[in-house]
């Protein structure tokens, strides 16, 4: 069944992407918002716009039944669930397909299967993928995890059976720590996912992220789109992607990608999808979880490989068969991406809101941004902090850092804190540059301290002018300006990344 109109149910940077693919390929558009997002990108982008609710996410983004209801009104053919929100939900899933809609997602059965972690290791199991020694099954008492732990050994860790984003995750190094540490996360994995179970596997202590990018039709044809790098993250949220990774050897990536291709054959897997797995020192690596849906880092696999990932979503929804353009695919290049987030680097990064007074992105050959906001935007309290995404391309890892770092340099964001002089800091860092940092990069090697307040060209023309406006409305010479008045006005600076490196 050919889709005419997409209704896409988010919001920011991913359904302005989504949007984009959508319209180029001849269909039209449907927005979803809140009530905050009255005025947001996506919203202007689409075709047409729907108000579903107040604010919060329960009140709107993650209401499924009155997205579905709003596609039927809107008489869209298909639903595209972007990423978070009801991205991995089976139920809507399933629901979406009840209403006679198309899903633009994996099946519900496949979302089921790979959602729950114990679920998709006996999937992986079965697979025959290599898995970190740990639980077969959910472990509910302190005496179960003791008996586990004889086989794990220590440091050991928790996990919440349902849920990611290092919620309902402990690492245990002695046994007496046991039984605390099991009671928090399962509290706190009860409280965040209505789901208490959780299961234990032996802890790799200085792990890269590694994931397969999978893509599959429904005519039982799945291919691998080689990997990308995660490893840098910050509490189990990732930071900076690359693709492809700088240290795994042709013999790795050919086997992480054929069981990647096998465990999604095994849960009857369609649509775009992400095996991720981690890599030890010794690069031996384990199955870690299954994404059923479209991962923020996409454009990295997409630049290096020219597909549109979105446009192949769609393709696959409306029961097309994937081309030689994927089955005969070739990696080509190195691309980066960076998240800019409303955050503060330099205060534990806390989440910054109010309004986008200056927005500029860079532009030149090899640089792309998604966002989702421009210039005179509120950055609301509501939602998620990623504001954008940079994404650059070239012939080469150092080629490719480099032009990160000067996009970094072309990218003038004002009025709220933001992430791009830290991200700056990682692409200089020489653990980052040779490649081998693992996923506690950032908790071993960052500082606040290592960032330092300094103004660009643009922002001292621009001090200058406010200063010179605020002598001649108050009258008063330069001469006689209290140094303290000017000051003030450094609090105003964007922060750069100091030299130290």
Not at 44 to 68: F, K, M, T
Not at 398 to 416: C, E, L, P, Q, Y
């Amino acid at each position: 069944m050919k889709i005419n109109k997409l209704l896409v149910a988010n919001r920011g940077e991913i359904a302005v992407r989504i949007m984009r693919s959508a319209s180029e390929m001849g269909i039209r558009t449907v927005a979803v918002y809140s009530t905050a997002d009255r005025n947001s990108q996506h919203v202007l982008l689409a075709d047409e716009a729907w108000e579903i609710g107040n604010p919060p996410s329960s009140e709107s983004y993650l209401r499924g039944d009155v997205i579905i209801a709003t596609a039927i009104k809107a008489g869209a053919d298909a639903i595209h669930p972007g990423y978070g929100f009801l991205s991995e939900n089976a139920g809507f899933s399933k629901a979406v397909r009840d209403a006679g809609l198309i899903f633009v997602g994996p099946s519900p059965e496949s979302i089921m299967a790979m959602g729950d972690k114990l679920r998709a290791k006996e999937t992986a199991r079965k697979s025959q993928v290599p898995l970190v020694p740990g639980s077969k099954s959910a472990i509910t008492t302190v005496a179960e995890a003791i008996e586990v732990s004889k086989e794990t050994g220590f440091p050991l860790l928790i996990k919440a059976s349902a849920g990611g984003g290092g919620k309902g995750m402990r690492v245990v190094n002695r046994e007496e720590d046991l039984e605390n540490e099991m009671m928090q996360a399962m509290n706190e994995a009860g409280s965040a996912f209505g789901d208490s179970t959780v299961f234990i596997e032996r802890y790799v202590q200085n792990p890269k992220h590694i994931e397969i990018q999978v893509i599959g039709d429904q005519h039982g044809n799945v291919y691998h789109l080689f990997e990308r790098d995660c490893s840098i993250q910050r509490r189990h949220q990732k930071v900076v992607e690359e693709a492809p990774s700088a240290i795994l050897t042709q013999e790795v990536r050919e086997a992480m990608g054929r069981d990647a291709v096998n465990l999604a054959k095994t849960c009857g897997y369609y649509s775009t999808g992400t095996v991720e797995f981690i890599l030890d020192e010794d690069l031996r690596y384990y199955f870690l979880e299954m994404n059923t849906r479209l991962q923020v880092e996409h454009p990295v696999t997409e630049l290096i490989t020219g597909l549109d990932l979105v446009k192949e979503q769609i393709k696959i929804a409306q029961g097309e068969v994937l081309g030689s353009h994927v089955s005969n695919v070739v990696m080509r290049g190195h691309a980066i991406e960076i998240r800019i987030c409303a955050e503060d680097p330099t205060n534990q990064f806390l989440p910054d809101v109010g309004t986008l007074t200056h927005f500029e992105g860079p532009q030149g050959p090899g640089i792309r941004l998604d966002s989702g906001y421009k210039q005179g935007d509120e950055i609301p309290i509501f939602y998620d902090p990623l504001m954008a995404k940079l994404i650059v391309f070239a012939e080469d890892r150092k080629t490719a850092m480099d032009r990160m770092i000067s996009a970094i340099n072309k990218f003038d964001i004002r009025g709220v804190a933001n992430t791009l002089g830290f991200c700056k800091w990682v692409m200089q860092h020489p653990d980052f540059r040779d490649g081998w940092f693992d996923t506690h990069f950032i908790a071993r090697k960052y500082e606040p301290s290592m960032l330092e307040t300094s103004l660009t060209e643009k922002e001292t023309i621009a001090l200058a002018s406010s200063v010179l406006k605020f002598l001649d409305k108050n009258s008063v010479s330069p001469v006689q300006a209290d140094s303290s008045q000017i000051n003030h006005k450094n609090n105003w600076r964007k922060r750069s990344v100091s030299s130290r490196w």
